[in-house]
Nanobody
């Protein structure tokens, strides 16, 4: 069973930065998703263990996902935050060896964290 623990959410003014962290016991791919009130959950970044990151076009180069293997952590650095980035951010992981879905698809991930709130004020 994969275990995840998110941290790092909070409130920030527009233009500011936040780093979210996910401690994940084991994985083959980890992604960060967000869900704003009244909106569907969407991926903001994903990374395969030892591999390159993937981002949706909507990330606009403002988000960076990285791995810290020694601490079993995956970080999401978010810069130039906008009010529309407000939402609950979830870390998700899979330990599957073969991927039937895109790493940016929620369908790939079997394990989800509890979420951490990010609020960006204008």
């Amino acid at each position: 069973q994969v275990q995840l623990l998110e941290s790092g959410g909070g409130s920030v003014e527009a233009g500011g930065s936040l780093t979210l962290s996910c401690k994940v016991s084991t994985y083959t791919s980890v992604a960060w998703f967000r869900q704003a009130p009244g909106k569907e959950r969407e991926a903001v970044a994903a990374i395969i263990i030892g591999g390159s990151p993937s981002y949706p076009d909507s990330a606009e180069g403002r988000f960076t996902i990285s791995q810290e293997h020694a601490k079993s952590m995956v970080h999401l650095q978010m810069n130039m935050l906008k009010p529309e980035d407000t939402g609950m951010y979830y870390c998700a992981a899979t330990d599957d060896m073969k991927f039937r879905f895109s790493v940016l698809s929620a369908q790939l991930y079997k394990y989800w964290g509890q979420g951490t709130q990010v609020t960006v004020s204008s």
